[in-house]
């Protein structure tokens, strides 16, 4: 039997300092708790290993993995020391016998040196995502980032001289009080640098936190939706114009430098996280562990092996803070919703192949629907977003969501 592929994550939640932006399930202040939730993340780890292999001879799945990528995200992961990386490379490596493929960590540019980056690269991290955000200081504070566009352009040149040949880059826009110019501004900084990937995310003010209180008390503008829509446009023109492949809504890369890890996740396969709220999809069944890093420590500290049923590990007999089992009608909203994310979209016959449905017939009123409205385009090989159906994304996905899913996230 071929081993499926696995994609693993591992969360490292600890930062110097909290963006005033995020809502990430992330801590600043931690630090005591970093060895106690390090070594309870390596021995979470080897219990799933030996739950996999008791797991599947023991029901109808009969599944083998092979972990084929490896990310590291958080958090701040390049606050952690390169031996501490290396350990759970090292874990990875016992867990399957093949080696990662692509090996992700996500970096802060404020955090690291030339010496960091030479040995994360020697320990076989191939794959860095460096969170600029911004070229713009004045965007950077106030985001409440704690590095400034030098920093990013410094870190980004140690890394290539590091020997690092795949380096994405975050960037944020629709910023309040954000023009035009600032925006094409920082796309035009971050193509001097010519990353193989980019990642753009348009702002959400998210609730709770800083910055989306400072906008709610009047001190700050509510970003125009507008704008934020014609700033994802100049990008398509700017990054098509560079060469760089569309392949997800919020993703571009140069040929062949598409993350491998996040493609699990738009396709609706495998994966495994490890740590503090990680989330997982394995077995038919979804899951995540408790958010507190303190607590899941000291959950993790009580357990000798995980139960062998996922309905026990959800009551309370293990450091999983949900879990809840995904029937056929589940799958395929959840293969549907992911995979328009993606410049392909869904190909009838791969969607047929899975599921043994045919998609136009299980979903032909929502389809139809969607096309009237001008966001989804169909020919004879499946169906995909449009132009316009990329801009209003989340009014497509929530037209396939199940019944009983109407408070499931969307983003």
């Known amino acids: 039997m071929n081993p499926a592929a696995l994609s693993l994550y591992i969360h490292f939640p600890f930062c110097l300092s909290k963006c005033y932006y995020c809502n990430f399930n992330s801590y600043a202040g931690m630090e005591r708790l970093i060895p106690d939730y390090l070594r309870e993340m390596e021995k979470e780890l080897l219990l799933w290993k030996l739950f996999v292999r008791e797991y599947s001879s023991q029901s109808s799945f009969h599944e083998e993995f092979q972990v084929e990528t490896l990310y590291f995200g958080g958090g701040t992961p390049s606050l952690l020391q390169p031996e501490q990386i290396a350990r759970f490379v090292e874990i990875c490596r016992e867990v399957s016998p093949a080696v990662a493929l692509e090996i992700t960590l996500e970096a802060n540019p404020g955090t690291v040196q030339e010496k960091f980056f030479a040995r994360t690269r020697c320990i076989g991290v191939n794959r860095l995502s460096l969170g600029a955000q911004s070229f713009n200081d004045g965007c950077l504070k106030l985001l409440g980032r704690i590095h400034s566009a030098d920093e990013s352009r410094e870190a980004f040149r140690l890394a290539r001289k590091s020997g690092f040949e795949n380096i994405n880059m975050d960037l944020?826009?629709?910023?309040?009080?954000q023009t035009m110019p600032c925006w094409q501004n920082t796309l035009e900084e971050a193509l001097r640098l010519h990353p193989e990937h980019l990642s753009l995310y348009s702002l959400t003010l998210e609730e709770g936190t800083p910055l989306a209180g400072t906008v709610k008390a009047g001190l700050l503008p509510l970003p125009d939706g507008d704008l934020a829509a014609d700033m994802y446009l100049l990008a398509e023109e700017i990054l098509a114009r560079e060469g760089y492949i569309h392949y997800e809504i919020s993703n571009w890369a140069v040929h062949g430098k598409e993350c491998r890890h996040n493609l699990a996740y738009w396709?609706?396969?495998?994966?495994?996280?490890?740590?503090?709220?990680?989330?997982?999809?394995?077995?038919?069944?979804?899951?995540?562990g408790v958010s507190s890093p303190q607590e899941y420590a000291e959950k993790l500290s009580?357990?000798?092996?995980?139960?062998l049923s996922f309905s026990e590990?959800?009551?309370?007999?293990?450091?999983l803070d949900f879990v809840e089992g995904v029937n056929v009608e589940r799958e395929m909203s959840d293969t549907v919703i992911m995979g328009l994310r993606l410049q392909e979209g869904i190909d009838f016959a791969s969607f047929a192949g899975r599921f043994q449905r045919?998609?136009?017939?299980?979903?032909?009123?929502?389809?139809?629907?969607?096309?009237?409205?001008?966001?989804?385009?169909?020919?004879?090989k499946g169906i995909r977003l449009s132009v316009r159906g990329?801009?209003?994304?989340n009014e497509v996905f929530m037209r396939f969501l199940p019944p009983d899913s109407a408070g499931s996230a969307l983003s």
């Open 172 to 177: 944020i826009y629709a910023l309040p009080g």
């Open 267 to 288: 396709k609706n396969t495998s994966y495994l996280g490890v740590g503090a709220g990680a989330h997982s999809l394995l077995f038919g069944h979804r899951f995540a």
């Open 302 to 307: 009580t357990l000798e092996h995980l139960p």
């Open 313 to 319: 590990m959800g009551e309370g007999r293990s450091h």
């Open 358 to 380: 045919e998609l136009l017939p299980a979903y032909r009123q929502e389809i139809e629907e969607l096309v009237g409205l001008g966001l989804l385009d169909v020919d004879e």
């Open 390 to 393: 990329k801009l209003l994304g």
